[in-house]
């Protein structure tokens, strides 16, 4: 070959390759920019195990959560360490967002309990920073776009790192989930171990009733009555009354057989195809249960029904709204809340009455005079208890104390409502254009029902 071809085809070749690259970097990249996330299902293959599943989940979707703020009440910075899993990301179809013209997407929405990020909204708390760890051990800043805290469910958005992420499907408000192989992937107690697969299974096809409670420390300071989260702190020789309240009940929690520790909170609880079904949430201790733990896992379908429409409110500033019993302006209790609520008031009675609050009942961190709310706290059987409206929506006013919900009726379908899980359900489904009418009992007994036009 002349040494002029020679060189002209050699020059050919750089020119090819260098569009190549070109084309592959820009154009393709481009193309796919939706793309550069992905579903972690869509790499489960039929000849993979539940353990290479786990292996995969690990790298992939799973996250630590961390909050860090400074708590005025006892004056000190707390930090705390819950888990969290990656719902969508880049790549991630919303529904709301497929008519949007100009879609933007970026960064990763992660699911977790909401009791691992509550004290962004708590009071006492000053200048609360949430972020999340990855797998690399890498961390960064998160912000709250969505919390229920009846559900314990939140969702976070990172718009600074983009992972990949899972799917999730419900496997249990349906009725359709069954005894199976499961796993957790978490970060108890400490980032030492970031990210620790456990493996076990759905302990019963029957939903579980769990309640958690808030312990209180009670003391005299200078004669005033004050407390505090923890009895660090306080001096020498000054009594104080520890009391348990209610912080939540869960209703229709799945039931699971795995071993789970304080920081495993918020953790994706998935089955054997590696769908997302729940979320690490609660156990017992050994000692109560006089050696077999059992553990709960709140289900999925909340952050199912919301994710879209908190996709497209937060990337394409769209409205729609996510309704609660809150936004209602309705405070309600439901039975199971009744039993917990009185057990425990009951349980501390000789410290109630010792610094003289056993003339209230306490839910909700709320105290309720014992006088005006004996009925209330009384209350059994099915239905949502109502303890107030704030009278924030004004066709729902005549819904007031010591009314009974009973019923909903959404877009012509009936439900009957048996705790406040049930009406929770319902109201997040609720979307514009719907039609609801809530049945209720009024205070002589008599049933009345209001109509919403959303």
């Not at 429409?309 to 769209?318: K, L, Q, S, T, Y």
């Not at 059994?380 to 303890?387: D, I, S």
């Not at 010591?402 to 899980?421: G, H, P, V």
Request: charged letters at 20%; hydrophobic letters at 35%; a negative charge.
């Amino acid at each position: 070959m002349k040494k002029s071809s020679y060189f002209a085809v050699l020059s050919t070749l750089i020119v090819i390759l260098l569009l190549s690259f070109i084309v592959t970097t820009f154009v393709i990249k481009d193309k796919n920019a939706t793309s550069e996330t992905f579903c972690i299902n869509d790499r489960v293959s039929e000849d993979m195990d539940i353990v290479d599943i786990a292996s995969l989940y690990r790298d992939n979707v799973a996250v630590a959560v961390r909050t860090s703020g400074f708590n005025s009440r006892i004056d000190e910075a707390v930090t705390s360490l819950g888990s969290g899993v990656v719902i969508a990301s880049v790549g991630y179809e919303s529904y709301y967002d497929k008519n949007v013209e100009a879609r933007v997407f970026n960064g990763s929405y992660i699911a977790t309990n909401y009791h691992c990020i509550d004290s962004i909204f708590d009071n006492d708390y000053l200048s609360v920073s949430v972020s999340i760890i990855t797998d690399d051990e890498r961390e960064y800043s998160c912000e709250v776009v969505w919390a229920n805290k009846d559900f314990d469910v939140a969702i976070l958005y990172c718009e600074a790192v983009e992972l990949n992420y899972v799917h999730m499907i419900d496997k249990s408000i349906e009725g359709n989930f069954d005894i199976e192989r499961v796993f957790t992937i978490g970060t108890p107690l400490s980032l030492q171990y970031l990210n620790r697969v456990t493996f076990g299974n759905i302990a019963s096809d029957n939903d579980i009733t769990m309640a958690t409670t808030n312990s209180y420390y009670y003391y005299f300071d200078g004669g005033r009555l004050d407390y505090t989260t923890s009895s660090e702190g306080l001096e020498e020789g000054v009594t104080y009354y520890q009391i348990a309240t209610l912080n939540n009940v869960y209703e229709y929690m799945i039931d699971i057989s795995l071993g789970i520790s304080p920081g495993n909170s918020g953790g994706g609880i998935f089955d054997g195809d590696g769908n997302l079904i729940g979320l690490a949430t609660a156990s017992t201790s050994f000692l109560s249960t006089n050696g077999n733990q059992m553990n709960g896992a709140v289900p999925i379908y909340p952050i199912i029904e919301v994710i879209d429409r908190v996709i497209a409110n937060n990337e394409n500033g769209a409205s729609y709204q996510i309704y609660s019993l809150d936004s209602l302006g309705i405070v309600g209790i439901d039975s199971n809340e009744v039993t917990y609520s009185s057990y425990l008031r009951e349980e501390y009675k000789d410290e109630l009455t010792a610094i003289g609050l056993y003339q209230y009942y306490i839910f909700d961190d709320e105290r309720y005079i014992a006088s005006t709310y004996q009925q209330a706290f009384s209350f059994a059987g099915n239905g949502v208890y109502v303890l107030g409206n704030n009278g924030s929506l004004s066709e729902l006013s005549e819904i007031t104390k010591d009314c009974i919900i009973r019923e909903i009726t959404l877009n012509e379908q009936n439900f009957t409502i048996k705790n406040r899980n049930d009406l929770g359900y319902l109201l997040i489904k609720l979307h514009e254009g719907d039609i609801l009418k809530i049945s209720y009992q009024n205070t002589y007994g008599s049933l009345e029902q209001v109509e919403l036009y959303l």
